[in-house]
């Protein structure tokens, strides 16, 4: 059964910094891959980064100021976030596409 916990969300003012962390169990977690998406309020859930065994990809919206990157020795993988700004407001959950399995979400609020 996978298991995916997020934590690491909070309130910032914009132009702060978070890092959000996701901690996987069952998985072979050093091959898969995973990704975060994030869902603002009245709107869909949308990608914001994947991570491969090999690669990285990010939405347009935020590269050059969210870093995704993984520890496989601890099964988690992060989204280091920078520059943040208010549209960035969101529930933040983590992802194993593979499995279909999704985290319960970390609530990032940027404030103005």
């Known amino acids: 059964q996978v298991q995916l916990v997020e934590s690491g969300g909070g309130l910032v003012q914009a132009g702060g910094s978070l890092r959000l962390t996701c901690v996987a169990s069952g998985i072979f977690f050093r091959i898969t891959t995973m990704s975060w998406h994030r869902q603002a309020p009245g709107k869909q859930r949308e990608l914001v980064a994947t991570i491969t065994s090999v690669s990285t990809n990010y939405a347009d919206s935020v590269k050059g100021r969210f870093t995704i990157s993984r520890d496989n020795a601890k099964n988690t993988v992060y989204l280091q976030m920078n520059m943040l700004k208010p549209e960035d407001t969101a529930v933040y959950y983590c992802?194993?596409?593979?499995?279909?399995?999704w985290g319960q979400g970390t609530q990032v609020t940027i404030s103005s």
């Open positions: 992802a194993h596409p593979a499995s279909g399995a």
